[in-house]
């Protein structure tokens, strides 16, 4: 203990520095993976063993503060001895990234006796330009120190500049649009918008930059990239015209919006976009109940089709037959207390011709809700798994032909599906179990279809069928 243990490890340390230093040396050793890794991990593990046994307290403190002559930059060192015996500070110094050459700020040799501190402040002077690097340790300060014979290193470093916490994120994160015609020449044909939102601590403020990558043929229209952010917002819609034209290859593309703040990339994000066929007949009117990730609304308003969200109220008392289809998104009967009285009513819409898509729902659905029995499940399945009973069945072959093995394509692994038995009812997709993920219930003049699918899932990966299988639901 004391002095004595101090001395013992401080002479290890320097063994073991010496090994450090002959293992780099030999070839051998230095290309073996992780060994140099392991050294280093060992000698800073044992230098911090030996300070605290030392008794040495070292904090170097950077402090960068404006002037009217421009940045000025000040340490603040702090040297104290707790343990046995004197140490000695032998230099400071200022190591600029930028040079190869060290500064020194104090030569002078000083002994801390024990139990005291030695404190001092240096300025350094450093152009503005030197404070935007991205370095690691941008600024680096150093101190010479010694406990008796052993030589010893300590630095206190900052990055001069650090990412502020925001994000960008397109809303949603895909988008399909309609083919389009074919052209002798490049003529744009298409113009749409695309969302996005800026997330920031309230305490940010500042100009932002926004920056878009677009694939082959899609251009972008005119939109604020230079933004102000305003102190206390938390968040900014960003809306993107952009248009596209036969240039457009087919296939899912990727679209890239990166965000710059003090000419710095700090955050970006990249959703995916994919020509596809959703056409709804332009007389369909659809009323749909949200599902809880929002995604069929999203994905609605990319199909064109003339689509009105219904609250509780309206599903209570307002006239349904003004709605060819009615869409329940899943888990979207927790937020509407009137559907668990809608068994009536939905029956009368769907045999006067209306048609009720119903999406895969969770186990705690209420019973007797519906004009058919229904009773959802989940099961762990792969696209392997699935049987196609009725392969000619118009759910998928009109308007577009659906390929099973592109619906399941992206369903290599056993995931959970929302299955369920439903009666009556044509089953199309079943599981080995004998639990229908798709199916057709037919009352009077219209029908209960079933889709246990994760088909906005699906959609929102832009699988091509399952957007063919979406429009074929919408104009069965």
Known sequence: YGRKRADHLLTGLQ??????????????????????????????????????????????????????????????????????????????????????????????PKRIQPHQTFVREYLVEIDRSRLEAQKPESLLFSASLAFGKMPFNVSSSIPIWQAPDLKVAFVPGFYFIPPIPALNVDKVVDSRVWKAIITKPPHFYGSVRLQLETPRGMFAGAY????????????????????????????????????Y???????????????????????????????????LEDILRMTGAGFQPITDRSLATADLDMYNVIVIGSGSFRDYPSLRNMKDRLTDYVRHGGSLVLLGQPTDWPESLLPVGFVPGEERISGSDILNRIPGANLLTKPYAVSDNGLFDAMTRKQTVSSAVVSPAENVYVTPSGSTLLSVSRLGD??????????????????????HLLANLLNY
Do not use: H
């Open 15 to 108: 063994e073991l520095r010496t090994l450090q230093q002959q293992a780099r040396a030999e070839a051998r050793l230095a290309e073996t993976p992780g060994f140099s890794q392991y050294l280093d991990e060992q000698v800073n593990k044992l230098q911090r063993l030996a300070l605290d046994e030392i008794g040495l307290k070292w904090d170097g403190k950077i402090i960068v503060r404006e002037s009217p002559d421009g940045p000025r930059v000040k340490f603040v060192a702090t040297l104290a001895s707790d343990g046995p015996t004197e140490i000695e500070l032998n230099e400071i110094r200022f190591e600029p990234y930028w040079d190869t050459v060290r500064i020194i700020l104090d030569a002078e």
């Open 446 to 467: 219209g029908q209960v279809i079933y889709c246990g699918l994760p088909l906005l899932e699906m959609v929102a990966q832009l699988n091509i069928e399952a957007i």
């Open 261 to 295: 703040a003090d000419g710095k990339r700090v955050t970006a994000d990249t959703a995916i976009i994919r020509v596809a066929s959703c056409q709804v007949d332009d007389l369909i009117k659809i009323g749909f109940l949200p599902d809880t990730t929002g995604l």
């Open 224 to 259: 604020l990239t230079e933004r102000p952010m305003d102190k206390g917002k938390i968040s900014e819609i960003v809306r993107i015209p952009f248009t596209v034209s036969n240039l457009f290859e087919l296939g899912v593309q990727p679209v890239t919006l990166a965000l």
